[in-house]
Nanobody, 124 residues
Framework: QVQLVESGGESVMVGGSLRLSCAAS????????LSWFRQAPGKEREFVAG????????FYTHSVKGRFTLSRDNAKNTATLQMTSLKPEDTAVYYC?????????????????WGQGTQVTVSS
């Protein structure tokens, strides 16, 4: 079955680092757009970062530029979100999402395959 599974969410202190993983099965990330979204309680789901199979250049939302790095490992069919210099406002449930398309989309309605989410908590 088509599936995405996130892992790596933890509680960390301000300024800390965390690595989130997204493992795909039933399809290939090498033919998909893979993006990370996050959602805090009472807030809308927010685009964080995305990468197209056709490009090696990720796209990031302004608030995480220079702090987060999105990469993929085609051989392992996984994607990784490396987060550094974490802030309390980064606290949220993080989701990975995939769609067979050519260009990165920031609208969650453009994605049909979603992971279950992993909690990231940044404490001061």
């Amino acid at each position: 079955q088509v599936q995405l599974v996130e892992s790596g969410g933890e509680s960390v202190m301000v300024g800390g680092s965390l690595r989130l993983s997204c493992a795909a099965s039933g399809f290939s990330l090498n033919s998909s757009v893979l993006s990370w979204f996050r959602q805090a309680p009472g807030k809308e789901r927010e685009f964080v970062a995305g990468m197209s199979w056709a490009s090696s250049t990720p796209f990031y939302t302004h608030s995480v530029k220079g702090r987060f790095t999105l990469s993929r490992d085609n051989a392992k069919n996984t994607a990784t979100l490396q987060m550094t210099s974490l802030k309390p406002e980064d606290t949220a449930v993080y989701y990975c999402a995939a769609q067979a398309r050519w260009t990165i989309a920031t609208d969650p309605r453009e994605y049909s395959t979603w992971g279950q989410g992993t909690q990231v908590t940044v404490s001061s």
